[in-house]
């Protein structure tokens, strides 16, 4: 078959290479969508045609002219959030039937060979790859915002993940999820929890891969235990330690530390605005807000041995039992359900949920505050 790569660097330069061997006889290379040309240079095939390296919209053109019958993606590490490849290829209204998948192990399993690597090429439909994945390990935190997005300052006492039942639900995942691309621990704050780095060694066990960070806000970074700065390092994590204006005084020593210890980190800018996203009356349209979410379907959550599609099922009952709003219909994901696929996983991550209607359209920039000692009766500080 007549095949496109696309990509965006280096995980497609292996690729072809791979495809270009005497042992494929399956995969006929006809076009490479590349942003990054210049890394190529000239290719040609194996009956000496010259290989077009393009855009993506070449390649599209090449497939309605029946030149290609399927484009390959490899597994790469794409921002959730921003224009992915497979985001891109179908704005021009190609079918995912028409999607192949190179998953992470061609490019990582060093004990396959190559026959087992080009044999695991599948329809894209059936990859067993997520993306994005996220939990958190601690509820409560040391900062406590205004319009928090996880109701930190709402929470009552130490709210910490049950380990066990965490454990019992990421072993069920990796049933359906072989690989998991890019996977954040938080919380609240996530170094409140004496637990973090069997957290860590976790992940690492069930997913060897995968881009492990932990999302902090930096106030207890200086006094992590040896054990968990060996962890991190060991488990090669990366630590995003989030600005805000309330610890910019900190962010230097914290970046020194880290770097001292030779833990991968990066510092991110001061947040000087928060987004207000929850629409206080619960009445927005589910199908509508989960339309024009930012995050819709690259922000999966897990909590002990449910999914959902993001992470407001989990958190918001502390919103709406707090304020007594009423109930919300629990639409998350049981991983032990009868019946349960992975194709069945992706389709219910990629739909709204009962809790979208908490979610408003018409979200509000706000100057970034702590909490004062009315916030937890005012319910403006939390909501549109």
């Known amino acids: 078959m007549?095949?496109?790569?696309?990509?965006?660097?280096?995980?497609?330069?292996?690729?072809?290479?791979?495809?270009?061997?005497?042992?494929?006889?399956?995969?006929?290379?006809?076009?490479?969508?590349?942003?990054?040309?210049?890394?190529?240079?000239?290719?040609?095939?194996?009956?000496g045609e010259e290989i077009k390296i393009g855009s993506l919209a070449h390649a599209v053109f090449m497939y309605r002219q029946n030149q290609i019958d399927y484009f390959i993606v490899p597994s790469l590490n794409e921002s959730p959030n921003g224009e992915t490849?497979?985001?891109?290829?179908?704005?021009?209204?190609?079918?995912?039937?028409?999607?192949?998948?190179?998953?992470?192990?061609?490019?990582?399993?060093?004990?396959?060979?190559?026959?087992?690597?080009?044999?695991?090429?599948?329809?894209?439909?059936?990859r067993k790859e997520l993306d994005y994945?996220?939990?958190?390990?601690?509820?409560?935190?040391?900062?406590?915002?205004?319009?928090?997005?996880?109701?930190?300052?709402?929470?009552?006492?130490?709210?910490?993940?049950?380990?066990?039942?965490?454990?019992?639900?990421?072993?069920?995942?990796?049933?359906?999820?072989?690989?998991?691309?890019?996977?954040?621990?938080?919380?609240?704050?996530?170094?409140?929890?004496?637990?973090?780095?069997?957290?860590?060694?976790?992940?690492?066990?069930?997913?060897p891969y995968t881009d492990i960070r932990v999302i902090t806000n930096g106030i207890l970074v200086r006094s992590m235990k040896q054990s968990l700065i060996k962890s991190l390092k060991e488990n090669k994590v990366?630590?995003?330690?989030?600005?805000?204006?309330?610890?910019?005084?900190?962010?230097?020593?914290?970046?020194?530390?880290?770097?001292?210890?030779?833990?991968?980190?990066?510092?991110?800018?001061?947040?000087?605005?928060?987004?207000?996203?929850?629409?206080k009356e619960g009445d927005s349209d589910p199908e509508a807000a989960f339309c024009h979410c930012n995050w819709r379907g690259t922000c999966a959550n897990i909590k002990e041995n449910k999914i959902a599609t993001c992470f407001v099922p989990f958190v918001l009952p502390y919103l709406v039992n707090?304020?007594?709003?009423?109930?919300?219909?629990?639409?998350?994901?049981?991983?032990?359900?009868?019946?349960l696929t992975t194709e069945a996983l992706f389709d219910r991550l990629n739909q709204p949920m009962d809790a979208c209607r908490y979610c408003t359209q018409k979200r509000i920039i706000v100057d970034w505050e702590l909490m004062d000692k009315n916030s937890k009766n005012r319910i403006e500080d939390w909501t549109v």
């Open 238 to 279: 990366s630590f995003i330690v989030t600005g805000y204006p309330a610890l910019e005084n900190i962010h230097d020593d914290v970046a020194e530390f880290l770097r001292a210890n030779e833990i991968s980190h990066v510092v991110g800018p001061t947040i000087y605005r928060f987004m207000k996203i929850y629409n």
């Open 2 to 47: 007549n095949v496109a790569i696309l990509t965006w660097g280096e995980e497609g330069k292996r690729l072809y290479n791979l495809l270009s061997s005497d042992l494929n006889h399956e995969y006929h290379v006809k076009c490479i969508a590349e942003v990054y040309s210049h890394l190529w240079g000239s290719i040609k095939n194996d009956k």
């Open 322 to 339: 707090h304020f007594d709003l009423g109930q919300v219909r629990d639409d998350t994901i049981d991983l032990f359900g009868e019946g």
């Open 85 to 126: 490849i497979v985001r891109r290829i179908k704005k021009y209204d190609i079918p995912e039937s028409a999607l192949l998948y190179a998953p992470i192990t061609i490019f990582k399993d060093s004990t396959l060979s190559d026959e087992e690597r080009i044999a695991s090429i599948c329809l894209y439909r059936k």
């Open 133 to 207: 994945l996220e939990f958190h390990v601690t509820d409560h935190c040391n900062l406590n915002c205004k319009n928090c997005s996880m109701f930190s300052g709402l929470v009552e006492g130490e709210v910490f993940a049950d380990y066990e039942k965490t454990r019992e639900g990421l072993l069920k995942l990796k049933s359906f999820f072989d690989h998991v691309k890019v996977f954040r621990i938080l919380g609240g704050e996530p170094l409140l929890n004496d637990r973090l780095e069997d957290y860590i060694s976790l992940v690492r066990s069930l997913y």
